[in-house]
């Protein structure tokens, strides 16, 4: 379990974590979003003792990440798959890792193994890919088969089999009783990903909730259509004060009215429907709405 209590960070006039609370449970997978800056990394790093607090404290089964004697036998992390010594393969940044923890060598054999880097682990990380890095990354974080994982935008540089592969994974790790805490933007995979969220705005706490409830917070409701006759369609929605907008697969999206009063708008005009389906607000839509006064920088904005 990891717990934030008044978590605070401040550098100079910069406050870039505030009075931020939340617990992170084990047995699912908890996200952690917010916009760019809002101060997510910061929190990881004071988890993980690399920054200290300004004030308040967060501790990783009820202490201190810095007073936990096993390393990565308690807590494995990523933070930057880049930050690794370039001129070493795979095989030794981990053997060298499990040395010093302790950990027999044949823990880091089925580690490459796992990850899907085998065949790649006696070349230089120099010449690893983004994903591939990342891969080795969350090996590092697996080493020493911690109960507590935290994870910084892992899904970065992977192709869609790696991205399916960490979502099976962490989804994996949190049915075995682990703590798995994962920082990301990408908000459709968070969608598939995710249990629980932790969304934070400007260091401060926006929601700490399941999934499902923050995403039906978002207020923008909306209907599929699909239809032959799109003018006749438009003409009735855009009278009774709804929006049209056409989808790339040939459906059509309304807002502004129910699906119960687009079919009975059809049926009265005699339009054939073939498809009228109310659609909630995406985990994405919420996102943008409930963050919207936290974005440190907005397109469109002047400076």
Do not use: C
């Not at 994962?182 to 908000?187: A, D, G, P, R």
């Amino acid at each position: 379990m990891i717990e934030a209590r008044e978590l605070t960070k401040r550098y100079g006039r910069t406050t870039a974590v505030n009075a931020l609370s939340f617990t992170v449970r084990p047995g699912v997978v908890t996200g952690f979003l917010g916009p760019n800056g809002a101060g997510k990394t910061t929190t990881l790093r004071m988890a993980l003792g690399l920054n200290t607090p300004t004030e308040g404290s967060v501790t990783i089964g009820g202490r201190p990440f810095r007073e936990r004697p096993r390393g990565l036998h308690d807590v494995g992390a990523l933070l930057d798959a880049g930050d690794v010594h370039s001129g070493r393969s795979g095989l030794a940044h981990l053997s060298a890792l499990a040395r010093s923890n302790a950990i027999a060598r044949r823990r880091v054999t089925e580690l490459l193994e796992e990850v899907g880097l085998a065949s790649a682990a006696r070349r230089r990380i120099g010449g690893y890919s983004l994903g591939m890095k990342q891969r080795l990354g969350i090996a590092t974080a697996l080493l020493g088969d911690p109960p507590v994982l935290l994870f910084d935008e892992p899904l970065n540089g992977l192709d869609p089999e790696g991205v399916l592969w960490v979502r099976g994974l962490f989804h994996r790790l949190a049915a075995e009783g682990r703590t798995v805490f994962v920082s990301s933007h990408l908000m459709t995979e968070m969608e598939h990903t995710a249990d629980q969220l932790i969304v934070i705005g400007r260091g401060e706490l926006i929601a700490a909730e399941s999934l499902t409830a923050f995403a039906a917070r978002g207020t923008r409701q909306s209907v599929t259509v699909r239809t032959s006759d799109s003018a006749a369609l438009e003409a009735i929605v855009v009278a009774a004060g709804g929006a049209l907008e056409p989808a790339a697969d040939g459906s059509y999206t309304v807002t502004g009215l129910t699906a119960d009063r687009v079919s009975e708008l059809a049926f009265e005009r005699h339009l054939l429907l073939q498809e009228v389906t109310a659609r909630s607000s995406s985990l994405e839509q919420a996102f943008m709405e409930l963050t919207a006064g936290s974005t440190e920088h907005r397109s469109g904005e002047s400076r």
